[in-house]
């Protein structure tokens, strides 16, 4: 029972406080417009921003394989990339479950070991947050006076960043120290060294230029995704690719809250920040709803296409073992 309340109140939280966000942020717009939006939709570039969408997975997928390598795994392009959408997918259902599962398959498709794989993905996470930074401090520079707008506008404080961070690091140590006074120290301890290995394997690699072309891949892909999106729309149509950058370093952040893919949080950090580049609140309502709930559709519909395609090929194993 306890473990049935406690994954209820994972799944049905985020879900709650993204629809509670998405409440307040909506709570007075004009839904007409939104049908006629949709209607007037350039679907050459909703198109071309889809097949970037496609494709930064796809790439995540081979990067990952790339970094098994070191380990002595190679595991299927297939079965890495399908995993990827899975992730996503897993990640609509119960916000930061994606990595697991994506460990999880290939633990049973390619008996990698739950710990190696894991701790490649903490790694591939970690180089993530360096490029997210890196766009950041360049968006930031090139618009700093939307940014500095955009912080006295929302309220937000940098010391107050500061402080949650430093309190994040904080609980991470002292939950360090305690499980280490715990009897399954020893299991622990030998999970971390298979799990460090996985975080080093990018220190062994040989093609690591690769690696580094990949992950810029990535996101450029996330962001040509992000930003083929404005040419949809003719109230958007004109805004720049620095505008867009930032446009795009918000809503990376913004998704960090534990919702639904960012449901809440992303909308109003995008409405929040078009409204200073001079779109009216409701062409900027219409963007965040259109642009999160498409891309959303399309992390679903991945999911169940790398679901049925992990399928296949467990049964098609099975046929040729026997």
């Known amino acids: 029972m306890k473990k049935i309340i ?36 350039n679907l050459f570039w ?26 002595g795994y190679n595991p299927s392009s297939a079965v890495c990339v399908n995993s990827v959408y899975v992730a996503y997918a897993a990640n609509l259902v119960l916000p930061r479950v994606g990595e697991v599962s994506r460990c999880v398959i290939l633990e049973k498709h390619e008996h990698v070991p739950f710990a190696h794989a894991l701790g490649t993905l903490v790694m591939e996470r970690m180089l993530d947050t360096a490029m997210v930074l890196l766009i950041t401090f360049v968006a930031v520079v090139l618009q700093w006076q939307v940014f500095s707008a955009f912080i006295n506008d929302t309220g937000v404080e940098v010391s107050g960043i500061v402080i949650a961070l430093l309190s994040v690091l904080a609980i991470g140590v002292l939950s360090f120290f305690f499980i280490r006074k715990l009897s399954i120290w020893k299991k622990i301890k030998s999970f971390i060294t298979r799990f460090m290995e996985g975080v080093l394997s990018v220190t062994k690699m040989k093609d690591g230029w690769l690696f580094l072309l990949e992950t810029i891949g990535i996101w450029f892909c996330y962001f040509m995704q992000f930003y083929l999106c404005f040419f949809c729309f003719d109230f958007s149509s004109d805004l720049s690719v620095a505008a867009a950058l930032l446009l795009f370093v918000g809503g990376s952040i913004a998704v960090v809250v534990p919702t ?19 779109i009216s609140e409701t062409d900027a309502g219409v963007f965040a ?21 992990l399928r296949f090929r467990g049964v098609n194993q099975r046929k040729i073992k026997a």
């Open 6 to 41: 406690n994954y209820t109140l994972k799944t049905v939280l985020p879900i709650i406080l993204g629809v509670l966000i998405l409440y307040v942020v909506y709570k007075d717009f004009k839904f007409s417009q939104l049908w006629s939006e949709l209607k007037e939709m």
């Open 46 to 71: 909703f198109a071309l921003s889809t097949a970037f969408g496609i494709m930064s997975h796809v790439i995540r997928g081979w990067r990952w394989k790339l970094s098994l390598a070191p380990l």
């Open 260 to 278: 639904t893919n960012g449901a809440g949080p992303w909308h109003y950090v995008i409405i929040s920040i078009m409204v200073l580049y001079g």
């Open 289 to 309: 709803l259109i642009v999160h709930g498409t891309q959303t559709l399309l992390v679903a519909v991945l999911g169940i296409y790398g679901i049925v395609s």
